[in-house]
């Protein structure tokens, strides 16, 4: 399907962010090891999390997804049972990298696949640590990516120093580590603190799990408990909306229900560096995951500096943050964010050759991109590499550059925000 955009005068009103992605992910495979129902609301009805309910589906758990609510009936750490054929993963690298750290801790074999985007992403990330933990998993095609051959059992605790900031692998070790059966812990120490919505879930579902800096551990077999579960809004979907109010003139935009979790936040800060207009509203707790409702007004922005230690904490928003350095006035540099180049397409790449299309001054570099800002970009015809965020981030480029912007598969924002573009249109 071939999008098309054109040029929006104003943005007004007001959106409700559907539920966060990676929150959604836990809450049902955490539901599923827990004992008793678990009831999540808010529930991402995005084609990524539908896989991950898929996957346990095909493990024996009932999962009743009445839309508004979803009940998980949880079967108990070991109630798992044996898939009668491959786990289809589809698009999901989180389903892909936090079940197999369940799988690794199961007593039986398991073997999971997915797209095409997935079985070229790197798995060798998490076949190291839990092959350490004495797992045997392996990549069937031999390139360290999925399909994955998993013999799970008899796992023993670690500490892993992550070479990578990544909540996929940490969460993938922490899982694993719930079925050590030599008694100890299991940790992760990361170079900087990734998402910690696992910490904070499996805390949640009565795990003993302390976070100390960048250092998490869990202790295994716990018996983890039902529990309700709203899941807040996700950040990395209101941040299109943010960067369309700022950018769009005469635009005045809410956009409510965002879980503003510290790990996740980075995106705001970004915002506030580069000049925005932008109050936070009616700040609340959901099951432990902070919320606001954020309001943003048109923003004459400037570029700024993005590296280091808050790079895993807006990760999934630089896709955006480019197109709002392109319209900045300034530089912007984006450092310390290699990690873009293994993500749902390489992000780094795929900016580069769409924004230049449109006339922004981008150079990518290894590990992030360099932007002059422009005075205007021009509509064109965009490739989205069938990656949910990249369609996004250019649906909101449209809405500010000259002419049409015609996005190719925009279709993939099913993935995580299947109304969005009928949200879009709402404000128009
Ligand atoms: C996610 C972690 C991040 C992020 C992804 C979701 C998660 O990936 O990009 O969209 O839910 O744990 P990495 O762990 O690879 O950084």
Redo the contacts with the bound molecule.
């Keep these: 399907m071939i999008l098309q955009i054109t040029k929006a005068n104003s943005l007004r009103g007001e959106v409700k962010i559907p539920g966060d ?2 929150v959604s ?2 809450g049902i495979m955490l539901g599923a090891l827990a004992e008793g129902t678990t009831r999540i609301t808010n529930f991402l009805q995005g084609a990524d999390c539908l896989s991950t309910i898929d996957c346990f589906r095909k493990m024996g758990i009932n999962i009743e997804n009445k839309k508004e609510e979803i009940l998980v009936h949880g079967k108990g750490l070991h109630g798992l049972q044996k898939p009668d054929s491959m786990l289809d993963v589809g698009n999901s ?2 389903t892909t ?2 079940i197999s750290g369940i799988l690794a801790g199961q007593n039986f074999t398991s073997e999971l696949t997915g797209d095409a985007s997935i079985q070229s992403r790197p798995m060798g990330r998490i076949i190291t640590p839990l092959s350490q933990m004495g797992a045997s998993i392996t990549s069937i095609n031999g390139n360290n990516c999925a399909p994955l051959h998993i013999e799970g059992g008899n796992l023993h605790s670690i500490h892993y120093d992550s070479p ?8 993938c070790v922490l899982f694993a580590g719930m079925y050590a059966s030599d008694g100890g812990r299991t940790s992760v120490t990361e170079p900087s603190l ?2 910690n ?2 910490e904070l879930m499996l805390a949640h579902f009565g795990a003993d799990l302390t976070s100390e800096g960048t250092t998490a551990s869990i202790a295994p077999e716990p018996v983890l408990e039902a529990r309700e579960i709203e899941v807040p809004g996700d950040i ?1 979907s209101a941040a299109y909306f943010i960067a369309a109010g700022l950018l769009v003139p005469n635009s005045e935009v809410l956009v409510k229900n965002v879980g503003t979790n510290p790990t996740r936040d980075g995106f705001l800060r970004v915002c506030l560096a580069m000049g925005a207009d932008m109050t936070l509203l009616n700040e609340r707790n959901d099951s432990g995951e902070p919320v606001a409702d954020i309001l943003v007004r048109s923003s004459h922005l400037k570029g700024t500096v993005i590296k280091g230690d808050i790079i ?1 904490t807006l ?2 928003e630089i896709p955006i943050i480019a197109v709002m350095a392109a319209l900045a006035e300034g530089q912007t540099i984006i450092r310390d964010a290699a ?1 873009l180049k293994v ?1 749902e397409s390489d992000r780094i790449a795929v900016m580069v050759e769409n924004l230049a299309a449109m006339g922004a001054d981008i150079t990518g570099t290894g590990d992030g991109m360099i932007i002059n800002g422009v005075s205007h970009l021009q509509g064109t015809r965009i490739q989205s590499h069938l990656d949910h965020r990249i369609a996004m981030s250019f649906a909101v480029a449209g809405l500010a550059a000259e002419g049409i912007t015609s996005i190719e598969n925009g279709d993939c924002v099913k993935i995580s925000y299947p109304a969005f573009y009928d949200d879009l249109n709402n404000l128009k």
């Design positions: 992605k990676s992910h836990r690298g989180t990298r936090l990578v900031a990544s909540a996929q692998v940490k969460s990734s998402r919505h696992s990395s895993p990760i999934d990690e993500k």
